[in-house]
């Protein structure tokens, strides 16, 4: 069985930065899309950034230039830097990872990000 398990998140001012991790156990494929989504009261659940295996990326537009989504293949970890952020960041984000050889998409259980103005 997979789990995720997310650490990061928390409270700051609009500017300053914060940095989410999430490690994966179990057993995933080498073939996986690793990201992070989030949600905000009241929203629907969106994508923010995703890395696949290989290394090429996805942004969502209202964060791409200020957020960075990174992996570590060797310890089954993504992380996500993000940089000048706002209030409209604020929101539960959460990690995911997709398996594409057995088609199956895993959920973290979710980190609060709350920045202030």
């Known amino acids: 069985q997979v789990q995720l398990e997310e650490a990061g998140g928390g409270l700051v001012q609009a500017g300053e930065s914060l940095s989410l991790s999430c490690a994966a156990s179990g057993s995933i494929s080498s073939s996986n899309i690793m990201g992070w989504y989030r949600q905000a009261p009241r929203n629907q659940r969106e994508l923010v950034a995703t890395?696949?295996?290989?290394?090429?990326?996805t942004y969502a537009d209202s964060v791409k230039g200020r957020f960075t989504v990174s992996r570590d293949n060797a310890r089954n970890s993504v992380y996500l830097q993000m940089n000048s952020l706002k209030p409209a960041d604020t929101a539960v984000y959460y990690c995911n990872v997709i398996d594409r050889a057995i088609m199956k998409t895993y959920w973290g259980q979710g980190t609060q990000v709350t920045v202030s103005s």
């Open positions: 890395i696949t295996s290989g290394g090429s990326r």
